[in-house]
């Protein structure tokens, strides 16, 4: 199911319709308090959706939002099917959203839910997947734009995450590895790779260069790639989508620089969790799912999801009850993670996380995006 520009994007669902839910804080002293949710922000996202025509979209998106539940204005690029698409323009007052308890967000068009997800306690980064019924499997991360950056931000080694569809989409990937930047536009990628549920033997060893503006915005070159992100946390970390370029493929991704004395109990706590999911082998049925919910990791090895709704490529949309099986993670020192089937990442700080694989032969290609 593919009408109208409902389903263009994530946030069309939310921002282009005129939506009756509130959010934000309440009033007092001179005006209303605001919430963490204030500022611009860059949006990177990935669409997968069946149809027909069956269509795999990357966007990337610049959002501002005002503290007090309402949008205040944004513009979105994509690439669907190497077809670039944009840029569109979402007005003012196009949209609401609710910070609800445990920093969950909600967005809702008249009495239609359309996106949950979470942020981070700060309010600086946030994730959410698409549940507007018929809008295909999606999911959304974001990051607020900051000051005094440049290429110097992104400075050192990083681990790499990112799921991508070919531009004919008909084949899907996961890659994941570490990317050196040496804080002067130039990067060296080393990266393993599932491809349509094939694993590479041996890390593949790609050029790049890459651009960081002064509130953030990020471009990445990648072999004949290019995407268009943001960085996080005075560098710390990373969200980018694309290509950019006509042709290329859709992808969406995540950086997050290597520590120097991660522990399993880093990754701790409840996090917002969102999932992009695809089949080994594109057919003959669901070819992309999503989820949005959170997951419990307990800082001693165990990790498991708490509440999940799935969200196929046709656009249905199903809560999953519990209870979840748990499944096993490591730590290492440079923040590095294995879990199950899968490898990932923690931030520093432990709050944010990525899970990429799978890592083994027949295993479909998965990503997974968690803020705390």
Do not use: K
């Not at 309440?26 to 860059?42: K, M």
């Not at 990754?267 to 049925?285: C, K, V």
């Not at 499944?327 to 089937?341: K, L, R």
């Amino acid at each position: 199911m593919r009408t109208s520009a409902l389903v263009y994007m994530f946030l069309a669902a939310l921002l282009l319709v005129p939506a009756a839910c509130g959010g934000g804080g309440g009033g007092g002293g001179g005006g209303p308090a605001t919430d963490p949710f204030l500022g611009t922000y860059s949006l990177s996202q990935f669409r997968g959706v069946i149809g027909p025509p069956l269509e795999a979209t990357a966007y990337w998106s610049t959002f501002s939002f005002d503290g007090l539940g309402s949008l205040t204005g944004g513009t979105t690029s994509s690439i669907t099917n190497g077809t670039l698409g944009g840029p569109m323009t979402s007005p003012a007052g196009s949209a609401t959203y609710t910070i609800l308890g445990g920093n969950a967000l909600q967005f809702t068009s008249g009495a239609v839910t359309t996106g949950l997800g979470g942020m981070s306690a700060d309010g600086a980064l946030w994730t959410m997947g698409v549940v507007a019924p018929g809008s295909g499997a999606s999911i959304v991360c974001g990051a607020r734009h900051e000051s005094g950056l440049s290429v110097a931000s992104l400075n050192g080694r990083y681990h790499y995450a990112q799921f991508l569809t070919s531009a004919s989409g008909t084949s899907d990937a996961s890659f994941w590895g570490w990317v050196d930047f040496d804080g002067g536009g130039n990067a060296s990628y080393s990266i393993w790779s599932n491809i349509d549920g094939t694993i590479s033997g041996a890390p593949a060893t790609v050029p790049g260069t890459y651009t960081v503006a002064a509130n953030g915005t990020l471009t990445l070159t990648l072999g004949t790639a290019t995407y268009r992100g943001s960085v996080a946390r005075g560098g710390a970390l990373g969200f980018f989508s694309g290509s950019t370029i006509a042709g290329g493929p859709a992808g969406l991704g995540v950086l997050i620089r290597y520590s120097t004395a991660a522990t399993n109990a880093m990754f701790s706590g409840t996090y917002h969790t969102t999932a992009i999911i695809a089949d080994a082998a594109l057919a003959p049925a669901i070819n992309w799912r999503a989820t949005t919910g959170t997951t419990m990791a307990d800082g001693a090895g165990s990790w498991a999801p708490v509440a999940v709704t799935l969200i196929d490529d046709a656009g249905t949309v199903s809560p999953i009850s519990g209870p979840f099986l748990p499944t096993s993670y490591t730590v290492a020192p440079n923040g590095g993670m294995v879990f199950t089937g899968a490898v990932g990442a923690i931030a520093s700080d432990g709050s944010v996380a990525a899970l990429i694989g799978g890592t083994t032969a027949g295993s479909g290609p998965v990503l997974y995006i968690m803020i705390r």
